[in-house]
């Protein structure tokens, strides 16, 4: 996916925005007063937050119990998040009303925090069930009904 994003921005930026780059680009950096040093910089400290995000995505999906699915938990999580922080942030200060905060994103915050906090003690509950499970399991017990009530390892 990603060689294929790559090539398909490389063909862009070579068929349409070469091109034009003294009114898309030079001329707006001008007016902003801004240096090729300057937005060399800002693209690579965002290409540094990019890098850091997928990092941690991978992360996740590798090492944090329940892999992809915690994740897709997870980014609804960060959806609801951003409609809250985005309206402390914007609302009434750029944007219009799609800024703010609603009711129909305030029922969105509850339905999607409501399952994370589901998902999560569902998903602990099974962890230690069969955590419980494997440990007596590996340790072989096993009761010996008439001789006595204490489990006797193998």
């Known amino acids: 996916q990603g060689i294929v994003a790559t090539i398909i921005l490389a063909v862009w930026q070579i068929a349409y925005t070469i091109p034009r780059f003294q009114e898309l ?3 707006p950096m001008a007016e902003a007063g801004s240096s090729y040093w ?3 910089l800002i693209l690579g400290l965002i290409g540094a937050a990019n890098l ?3 990092l941690s995505f991978f ?3 590798a090492h944090f119990p329940g892999g992809a699915v915690s994740a897709g938990i997870m980014k609804g999580l960060q959806a609801v998040l951003v409609f809250f922080l985005t309206s402390l942030i914007f609302c009434g200060k750029t944007g219009g009303e799609e800024m703010c ?3 129909l994103k305030f029922a969105s915050l509850i339905v999607v925090v409501s399952g994370v906090v589901l998902y ?3 998903t602990e509950a099974k962890r ?3 955590s419980v499970s494997a440990m007596i399991g590996a340790r072989g017990f096993k009761r010996i009904p008439d001789v006595d009530s204490e489990p006797e390892c193998v």
Do not use: E, K, N, P
Request: charged share 10%; no cysteine.
């Open 25 to 27: 680009v030079a001329a």
């Open 38 to 40: 300057d937005a060399l």
């Open 52 to 54: 850091v995000h997928a």
């Open 59 to 61: 992360h996740t999906l």
């Open 101 to 103: 905060f609603t009711s």
């Open 120 to 122: 999560g003690v569902a």
């Open 128 to 130: 230690r069930q069969v």
